[in-house]
């Protein structure tokens, strides 16, 4: 008598980092099912069990996206390896050596999904948000350090300056812009970040 085979075990957090790459690469629309069967190994039926409809999937790999991409941002800004404004640059500094030093033309996913889906979907609205947020708090933290001078509200306008010229350089990057250019555009936040520093110490 034949037995029926075992199901094939997989990795979750393998195969939802497979899932991520494709919605990060690909955006939510141009992501069909056969692509992520393709990419996974796994049939339909597989994928809707562990991880839900494609919606479901897409909101699972952009909180997976929080967890690995924002969150490693959020620690080289609260790095205490790093002075303050030392900080700030290698968080905007990260968008160019993506596209210089790999040729990584994906940009964020983050900012992905806020011009892709946050605009009519709640859901993607919110954990854009809330990622933004991780990253918005810990850009104050180190101004704050570095500017202790300066009043909360404008340290807030500031870090607001910063996470705008971040987002920037990462759409850019998916535009195809070159890297010394976005250099150019970080460099410039460096300058006058440290001319405010130094005004402020005189």
Known sequence: ???LGRP?????????????????????????????????GLGKASLY????????????????????????AVAVLCSKDLAPLERIDAFLSSPIIAVRDYNDLRGCFLCNAA??????????????????????????????EALPQMSPETIAVRAEIVLTVYSGL????????AADLMLATKEQVRKELKQVTQSLTR
């Open 49 to 72: 069990k562990a991880f839900g409809n494609k919606q479901s999937m897409y909101l699972k790999a952009l909180k997976h996206y929080e967890g690995l991409m924002v969150d490693a």
């Open 115 to 144: 011009a892709d889906r946050a605009s009519h979907d709640n859901e993607t609205r919110a954990l854009v948000q809330k990622g933004y947020d991780k990253m918005r708090k810990s850009i104050v933290g180190s101004l704050s």
């Open 8 to 40: 094939r075990e997989f990795d979750p957090e393998e195969t939802l980092f497979k899932i991520m790459q494709l919605f990060w690469e690909n955006g939510y629309e141009a992501t069909g099912l056969s692509e992520i069967t393709s990419v996974t």
């Open 170 to 177: 990462r759409v850019m990057s998916r535009a195809g812009q």
């Open 1 to 3: 008598m034949q037995t």
